[in-house]
Structure formats: C-alpha cells, structure tokens
T-cell receptor
Framework: SQKIEQNSEALNIQEGKTATLTCNYT??????LQWYRQDPGRGPVFLLL?????KEKRKERLKVTFDTTLKQSLFHITASQPADSATYLC???????????FGKGTKLSVIP | DSGVTQTPKHLITATGQRVTLRCSPR?????VYWYQQSLDQGLQFLIQ???????AKGNILERFSAQQFPDLHSELNLSSLELGDSALYFC????????????FGSGTQLSVL
C-alpha cells in the first residue's frame, strides 16, 4: 500500500544552521507534495507545494526538493531561528485519489 | 488567521454521549474536510464535502457523521463516544473539489472522560 514517511520524529539544531527534513514515499508516484507547519494545539499551515516536474522550490529561507528517482522530498530551513521550532508535515495526494495523506511529522527544535 | 472557524475550542464530555463540532470554511471555499489528530497518530482524514455533497470518506467510524449546509458551514457529529475518541478534530477548507492547498481551523479539542 502507498506510504508517506517522515523518518525523523524529532530534530534538534543549533540556531543559524540549516535544518533538513526528509519525506519518503513508497508504492506510488504523487503528482505533487506539500509541506505544512504545525504549532502545538494549532491547525497546520501551508508552506510550500512542489510538483513532480519541479526539482526545487524556494520561499524566503525555505527550500523544498523533489527527487522522483529516490522517491523523496527534502525540506530545508536555512539560517534557522528559534521561531522555526514546530512540527513540519509532509503531505501527498494518494494514488488515484485527490485526498491528502499526511506524514506523522518531524518536530524541529532550534536551540539558541 | 486562516479564515476557517471552528467551535467550540474545547469540549469535555462523558462516554456514551453525543457531541457536534462546527466549522465555517473560508469565504468562497466550497470544500470542507474533517481530520482527526490523536497523540500517537498523524492527521487522519475523516470525510470531505463539496458544495453540500459528500465527496470522499476516509477512516470515519459509523458512529460519526457529518453534513455540509447550504451556507457551506459543516458539522461533525460524534455519538456513543468512547475514551479513544479523545483527540483534536480539525476542519479544513479549499476552493475547489481537487484538494490543492488546505486552510485549517484551530481545531476542537475533545476530551471524553
């Protein structure tokens, strides 16, 4: 069955460094992937969408890549700040479905 | 502010009871989605409505039902509540039938005691 996995439950990083989060998918080929940010007790907030024919997408300090060969998306936050601390969710439409499947998320902590 | 309004923010009830969660989508959005998020699980898709009609069902229990009204607000009804139903329930909306980008409300925290 199709799966979307975020391998790291948690990631701690020093302020100013680049945080890199990984999302892998198996048994299907999504037309696009999305990344959302979720703060405790709040709803997820959309950050970026990258399509399968796009290698890379950027928005301010955020960068997302999509590697269809590795079946993987990487999410980077450059010059990370404590305010970037949150859970980041990788999201994909399912095979033959428009419904979105959410990964379990990676909790990022940026340490001052 | 996403523009999606959910009420109530918190709900405490007892097992066996029935509750109704309410959602108003962003202005102009026709699709409404309900998701459940518990501590050990990611966001689980429950059900989608588009312009008043049910369009997709996910892992929604038979004890749960939903509807979308002509003014596009939606309600999620949870009945015969069990301890395991305690979770955060999110509503999200999008402009079209094809999902694309979702806008989430701030959720309803349901505690079943």
């Amino acid at each position: 069955s199709q799966k979307i996995e975020q391998n790291s439950e948690a990631l701690n990083i020093q302020e100013g460094k680049t945080a890199t989060l990984t999302c892998n998918y198996t048994n299907y080929s999504p037309a696009y992937l999305q990344w959302y940010r979720q703060d405790p007790g709040r709803g997820p907030v959309f950050l970026l969408l990258i399509r399968e024919n796009e290698k890379e997408k950027r928005k301010e300090r955020l960068k997302v890549t999509f590697d269809t060969t590795l079946k993987q998306s990487l999410f980077h936050i450059t010059a990370s700040q404590p305010a970037d601390s949150a859970t980041y969710l990788c999201v994909s439409p399912g095979a033959g479905s428009y419904q979105l499947t959410f990964g379990k998320g990676t909790k990022l902590s940026v340490i001052p | 502010d996403s523009g999606v309004t959910q009420t109530p923010k918190h709900l405490i009830t007892a097992t066996g009871q029935r509750v109704t969660l309410r959602c108003s989508p962003r202005s102009g959005d026709l699709s409404v989605y309900w998701y459940q998020q518990s501590l050990d699980q990611g966001l689980q898709f429950l059900i989608q409505y588009y312009n008043g009609e049910e369009r997709a069902k996910g892992n929604i229990l038979e004890r749960f039902s939903a509807q979308q009204f002509p003014d596009l607000h939606s309600e999620l009804n949870l009945s015969s509540l069990e301890l395991g139903d305690s979770a955060l329930y999110f509503c999200a909306s999008s402009r079209d039938l094809n999902v694309g980008k979702l806008f989430f409300g701030s959720g309803t925290q349901l505690s079943v005691l």
